[in-house]
């Protein structure tokens, strides 16, 4: 066991700091601080090439989306059925697990279980040390992300290339990922083309057209596949009844990775697994449509402990020659198991849909989030792994408008669990002014509108608020929080002609209307 | 039949227009509506801002306000959907099942599926476009209901809104806890309502509108903001023959 992890636990169940490393915000060593979505998103949002970059991405994934999942006639049954799946599963994690270790075992593969990121991270370098590599290359995984895969290898001398093209293209600019499909979605080709040509491509080489770009980096690429001794992937599914796990991407570097080098490590989290091969066949048909609106991904890999050599068949000549390592990672999972309404977030697949329909993702994109999972995902994830305090206002970066819900393959209700995930903020902001001076506002409307003597008079001097005041506010309202963030782009409601309830009472609701 | 009205809070304190249309109308066809003065607040802005607890109180109130209603209709789809769809998760499916929570009703819900109006005398010579509030569209599946209705008068001219289905950027405590991002959404909404050329903006829901006007007021343009409702009302006004043709229980 690590150092760090066996000191981290705090009391009462607190977030250990070693699980926050997902977080995009301030960091000493394993300490994080809190994300501050407010003031990051009113930052970014004035980035008007990221808006547009963002907002056509999102517009063509979206329509694309639609339109394959209309192809689909009992799309809503299988919606249903993925979600039925992932429920069952969660409930009886620990069997699934262990039937899974035991599978992989079985083939050939060696199981090992991460509690936090510090244990997942320690394990994947001595794994890379005994293989003696100095270099690795890297399937795309968020989990990798989520425990700080690749700076920790750096500190202790192993370099880790990124194959997938956006992934390699926020490696090479050091831009952090801003969507969880299609990382550098908030970069344009003239952007990516100029990345390239400052890196490891010559100046003035290269056209800004897509073609030409992935060529340069499948060239720049296929070096480092070819002399490569040890892959990292993380995993779309666990498969227990098989032992089996499957990958799904789109540009062939995943099998790439998966069939050359000698040596594999797979980080997953352990809310990937689910019960059997069928099982599996309802999530491929959901997560492409879903995902990148295709009605099937280019490669799908599937394999049992010891991968094969497709690529490369000499080397499977002995068979000790591969390995074959993975590594279950809870990191938080099982604390948000525990939460009934939240756990529905660890159904999630990482298909992304929920950010692609997002109109607040389009408008402020991925790194206003600063968390490895932006969007309305992120929103109800981030909190829950890493704990309320640090996790800030990410809960409240949503209108609830629920085209997430609407799209989410596994049905997972994203406006639900941000409402309770708000409400656990609320009682936690009880040790601060501001969460005071608001619980205290929300407590005096509270009574008022929960006693129709008080509704009554309040109602009934709300025109005359709007009356004498209103004006005077649409001019000075703006020095005035909260009322502030209203009256900045906003006039107030006019004056009504008093309430409905007083108009009804007295029998003049013909003078509230239109004339 | 006892029919009540639940205009909503916003409805009742600041934009009672609305209110007023719909129990005339309700009248009009035919309905005895009440609107039973016990009612405050559904509890909505509560629950969505994180004050639970609170919200499930206001939420007991409210729907005891209905006890002895067949049918309460609502003009306001953001707090039919926190009735219809928020509060069997917020007390129980149970408690919200027996409180009557499934009796609540949008009125075009009310018109069309209860009533079942066929055709609406009256006129209403405008060009109208219609924003679909989020809660119509994924709370209560209102689907094209308000609509229907409109397109029964004559003279209106219904022009569709490009984005529709997109938030007008309201979202409540949303609106001032990020008011930038708010802003820019109910911004791109406005290009397109200014972009249908439409004198006058509609919805099912008052709060959208109060965000929108809010904005079509401060840019200083020249746009009506109407509830779909008082579009309705106006335009069989004076109307002569009976408005109520239709098949519904009574």
């Given at each position: 066991m690590s150092k760090t992890s066996s000191t981290v636990h705090g009391p009462n169940g607190s977030i250990p700091k070693a699980n926050t490393w997902l977080l995009r915000t301030e960091h000493h060593g394993e300490e994080r601080g809190r994300t501050y979505f407010k003031s990051r998103s009113t930052r970014e949002i004035r980035n008007l090439q990221m808006r547009k970059n963002i907002s056509h991405a999102t517009t063509t994934i979206r329509e694309k989306r639609k339109k394959v999942v209309s192809e689909v006639p009992n799309w809503e049954d299988l919606r249903t059925r993925a979600s039925q799946i992932k429920q069952h599963t969660l409930a009886n994690l620990d069997v699934y697990l262990?039937?899974?270790?035991?599978?992989?075992?079985?083939?050939?593969?060696?199981?090992?279980?991460?509690?936090?990121?510090?244990?997942?991270?320690?394990?994947?370098?001595?794994?890379?040390?005994?293989?003696?590599?100095?270099?690795?290359?890297?399937?795309?995984?968020?989990?990798?992300?989520?425990?700080?895969?690749?700076?920790?290898?750096?500190?202790?001398?192993?370099?880790?290339?990124?194959?997938?093209?956006?992934?390699?293209?926020?490696?090479?600019?050091?831009?952090?990922?801003?969507?969880?499909?299609?990382?550098?979605?908030?970069?344009?080709?003239?952007?990516?083309?100029?990345?390239?040509?400052?890196?490891?491509?010559?100046?003035?080489?290269?056209?800004?057209?897509?073609?030409?770009?992935?060529?340069?980096?499948?060239?720049?690429?296929?070096?480092?596949?070819?002399?490569?001794?040890?892959?990292?992937?993380?995993?779309?599914?666990?498969?227990?009844?098989?032992?089996?796990?499957?990958?799904?991407?789109?540009?062939?570097?995943?099998?790439?990775?998966?069939?050359?080098?000698?040596?594999?490590?797979?980080?997953?989290?352990?809310?990937?697994?689910?019960?059997?091969?069928?099982?599996?066949?309802?999530?491929?048909?959901?997560?492409?449509?879903?995902?990148?609106g295709e009605r099937m991904n280019p490669y799908t890999t599937i394999w049992t402990g010891r991968p094969p050599a497709q690529m490369a068949p000499e080397k499977e000549t002995t068979e000790d020659r591969k390995s074959y390592n993975i590594i279950l990672l809870d990191n938080g999972r099982t604390r948000v198991l525990s939460d009934e309404v939240g756990s529905q977030a660890l159904a999630c697949i990482r298909c992304s849909a929920c950010l692609n329909v997002c109109?607040?993702?389009?408008?402020?994109?991925?790194?206003?989030?600063?968390?490895?999972?932006?969007?309305?995902?992120?929103?109800?994830?981030?909190?829950?792994?890493?704990?309320?305090?640090?996790?800030?206002?990410?809960?409240?970066?949503?209108?609830l408008c629920g085209a997430c819900y609407e799209v989410c393959p596994v049905k997972i209700n994203i406006p639900e669990i941000l409402i309770h995930l708000r409400s656990i903020h609320s009682d936690h902001r009880r040790d601060t002014m501001s969460g005071n001076l608001e619980r205290g506002s929300f407590g005096i409307v509270g009574i008022v509108m929960g006693n129709t003597?008080?509704?009554?008079?309040?109602?009934?001097?709300?025109?005359?608020?709007?009356?004498?005041?209103?004006?005077?506010?649409?001019?000075?309202?703006?020095?005035?929080?909260?009322?502030?963030?209203?009256?900045?782009?906003?006039?107030?409601?006019?004056?009504?002609?008093?309430?409905?309830?007083?108009?009804?009472?007295?029998?003049t609701l013909d003078d509230l209307l239109k004339k | 039949m006892k029919v009540a009205i639940f205009?909503?809070?916003?409805?009742?304190?600041?934009?009672?227009?609305?209110?007023?249309?719909?129990?005339?109308?309700?009248?009009?066809?035919?309905?005895?509506?009440?609107?039973?003065?016990?009612?405050?607040?559904?509890?909505?802005?509560?629950?969505?801002?994180?004050?639970?607890?609170?919200?499930?109180?206001?939420?007991?109130?409210?729907?005891?306000?209905?006890?002895?209603?067949?049918?309460v209709i609502g003009i306001s789809t953001s707090c039919t959907t926190m009735v219809r769809e928020f509060y069997p998760q917020l007390l129980g499916a149970t408690t919200a099942e027996v409180g009557g929570s499934g009796k609540f009703l949008e009125l075009?819900?009310?018109?069309?599926?209860?009533?079942?109006?066929?055709?609406?005398?009256?006129?209403?010579?405008?060009?109208?476009?219609?924003?679909?509030?989020?809660?119509?569209?994924?709370?209560?599946?209102?689907?094209d209901r308000p609509q229907r209705l409109l397109s029964m008068l004559e003279g209106i001219e219904l022009i569709p809104l490009p984005k529709s289905?997109?938030?007008?950027?309201?979202?409540?405590?949303?609106?001032?806890?990020n008011s930038a991002i708010s802003t820019v959404m109910m911004e791109e909404k406005l290009a397109n309502v200014y972009w249908t050329g439409a004198e006058v903006l509609t919805a099912a829901d008052s709060s959208c509108l109060m965000n929108l006007s809010g904005g079509i007021q401060a840019a200083k343009k020249q746009l009506a903001v109407m509830h779909y409702a008082e579009i309705l009302e106006v335009a069989t006004r004076h109307s002569q023959k009976k408005l109520l043709n239709h098949s519904g229980e009574k």
């Open positions: 262990e039937e899974f270790e035991r599978n992989v075992t079985k083939a050939g593969g060696k199981v090992h279980w991460a509690r936090d990121a510090a244990e997942a991270r320690e394990i994947a370098l001595e794994l890379v040390r005994e293989s003696g590599a100095s270099s690795v290359i890297k399937v795309k995984s968020m989990v990798t992300e989520e425990i700080g895969l690749n700076a920790y290898l750096s500190e202790n001398g192993i370099e880790a290339t990124e194959t997938d093209l956006a992934e390699l293209i926020c490696q090479l600019a050091g831009d952090e990922s801003s969507h969880i499909l299609v990382p550098a979605i908030h970069r344009n080709r003239v952007e990516i083309r100029d990345i390239f040509e400052a890196t490891f491509a010559q100046k003035g080489s290269l056209e800004a057209d897509p073609p030409k770009i992935a060529e340069a980096a499948r060239k720049h690429l296929r070096e480092k596949f070819l002399r490569s001794t040890v892959a990292i992937s993380g995993g779309n599914f666990l498969v227990a009844e098989t032992g089996s796990v499957a990958i799904v991407e789109s540009e062939g570097n995943g099998r790439m990775c998966l069939t050359l080098p000698n040596n594999v490590i797979s980080i997953v989290g352990i809310e990937k697994v689910i019960p059997t091969m069928e099982d599996l066949e309802v999530f491929l048909t959901l997560l492409p449509r879903s995902s990148t109109p607040v993702y389009e408008r402020v994109g991925g790194h206003s989030y600063e968390s490895v999972y932006p969007g309305p995902i992120g929103a109800i994830l981030t909190p829950q792994l890493v704990g309320d305090e640090l996790a800030g206002d990410l809960a409240f970066a949503s209108t003597n008080l509704f009554n008079i309040a109602s009934s001097s709300v025109s005359l608020i709007l009356k004498y005041g209103g004006p005077l506010l649409n001019r000075v309202g703006k020095y005035l929080p909260p009322i502030n963030g209203w009256v900045e782009s906003r006039n107030l409601p006019k004056a009504p002609n008093g309430s409905l309830r007083d108009a009804y009472r007295k029998g | 205009p909503s809070c916003i409805v009742d304190t600041i934009f009672p227009e609305a209110g007023a249309a719909a129990i005339r109308l309700l009248e009009r066809l035919g309905v005895d509506v009440d609107f039973p003065l016990e009612q405050t607040c559904c509890g909505q802005m509560h629950l969505n801002t994180g004050y639970e607890s609170r919200a499930r109180k206001l939420a007991q109130k409210h729907l005891s306000s209905f006890n002895q209603y067949d049918w075009s819900e009310f018109l069309l599926d209860v009533l079942g109006i066929t055709e609406l005398e009256g006129t209403f010579a405008k060009k109208v476009t219609f924003h679909t509030s989020c809660h119509s569209l994924r709370g209560i599946h209102l689907g289905d997109s938030c007008c950027g309201f979202g409540g405590t949303f609106s001032i806890k």
